[in-house]
């Protein structure tokens, strides 16, 4: 019998979509996939309505149709400060998961090494392993999630091609500073490598706290790839819909890579899409007014268990530390949440090995779910 690819033995299928199929099993409330249990914005909903009954049921462009791609540069220009061609700087993909692959596979070689913060989003060490690139782990350190300098520039030192950046950060919801920033890319051109953004959650910050563009830094352009989706920013984790933004010479390689992972992003979701893109800055300041809100009614639920957490800066979850509770794995640890407790979330060694101090919770859902999860959580009072 043929054996498979030798790869795909060094990580498993992801956890997080494991702990989603175990909270359905078990009916409980399910904080552990990241995606909200409410509605996207009417706007968005009415344009997709629309874009079913158009000419939009066949390919669009590969690399994303235009009035999406220019849709999308005017956002971008706009908020960042920085000017993006929808022709020359962007290629549409399937999610921002998509737009990793891609990135990775377009700047890497196989036995390049390719810097991974820690704790990280699940994907990033799958994608280096698929890409043939090798992950150097640099941590991230609790509580405040910040990193070693000196560390950073020890793993640029052993030849790294790249650099992922998630943020802000999932699973720690930090928020890189522009010092910090800086630094990671002064490193990167010390070392020459490339620097790979994933900024899926650039308008769930937190107050004191801002979300810098690393592409918008002196000198970045060249080497700077980000990737991005809409599905935080308006809650369509469903649609698909991401994008690789870069320098044009990198944008026409990574092109080649998306035309043949997927062809192309779903056509009628583009055209759809345009409504969102196109909202007033309101609707962003009204986001992150909704995601503070639940942030602290959630907050102050894992308050009243007793049980340590860092509160996050931006992104929409939190690391519980649930070390006191005595169990021998974290992994041991969420199933038991999920069986006796009623509350889905996923262990902290799915972000990082071999940590077992944490399981991560997501807070994008309505304030009723919530409330009936920080009930759930009192009963962790009682002990085992």
Not at 31 to 60: I, K, N, V, W
Not at 224 to 248: D, E, F, H, M
Not at 334 to 358: D, K, L, Q
Request: glycine fraction near 6%; aromatic fraction near 10%; hydrophobic fraction near 40%.
């Amino acid at each position: 019998m043929p054996a498979t690819s030798r790869r795909l033995h060094a990580f498993t299928e992801s956890v997080i979509r494991a702990m989603t199929r175990l909270s359905n099993q078990h009916g409980a409330i399910n904080l552990s996939q990241g995606f909200p249990d409410f509605s996207p914005p009417e706007e968005l909903l009415a344009a997709l309505e629309r874009a079913t009954r158009g000419p939009f049921h066949q390919y669009a462009v590969t690399w994303g149709a235009p009035r999406f791609r220019q849709a999308l540069a005017r956002k971008i220009t706009h908020f960042s400060g920085t000017p993006v061609d929808p022709d020359q700087n962007l290629v549409v993909t399937c999610g921002s998961t998509e737009a990793m692959m891609c990135a990775m596979m377009t700047c890497c070689e196989p036995g390049d090494k390719v810097i991974v913060f820690s704790p990280f989003y699940e994907n990033y060490g799958a994608d280096a392993i698929l890409s043939g690139a090798q992950p150097i782990y640099v941590p991230l350190l609790p509580p405040q999630f910040g990193f070693d300098p000196d560390e950073l520039a020890r793993a640029f030192a052993q030849g790294a091609k790249a650099i992922i950046v998630c943020n802000p950060s999932n699973p720690t919801g930090k928020v890189f500073t522009r010092e910090e920033l800086q630094l990671i890319l002064d490193l990167a051109e010390k070392h020459d490598a490339f620097v790979i953004t994933d900024e899926p959650y650039e308008h769930i910050v937190y107050a004191p706290h801002e979300h810098v563009y690393m592409h918008s830094l002196p000198g970045a352009a060249e080497r700077v790839i980000v990737c991005n989706s809409l599905s935080k920013t308006y809650s369509i984790t469903g649609w698909r819909l991401g994008y690789v933004q870069a320098a044009p010479h990198i944008i026409a390689q990574a092109r080649k890579v998306h035309d043949f992972l997927t062809v192309g992003a779903a056509a009628p979701l583009q055209e759809a899409a345009v409504a969102g893109l196109e909202l007033p800055d309101s609707y962003y300041h009204g986001l992150r007014d909704l995601y503070t809100a639940k942030r602290d009614v959630f907050l102050n639920h894992l308050r009243s268990t007793g049980l340590h957490f860092t509160e996050p800066q931006g992104a929409y979850y939190v690391l519980l530390d649930i070390s006191s509770l005595g169990f021998a794995t974290d992994t041991e640890a969420a199933e038991w949440f999920v069986r006796e407790i009623g509350v889905a979330g996923v262990p902290g060694s799915s972000f990082r090995e071999p940590e077992h101090r944490f399981i991560r919770f997501h807070f994008a859902k309505q304030v009723e779910t919530l409330n009936a999860a920080g009930e759930r959580l009192l009963r962790l009072k009682e002990g085992r």
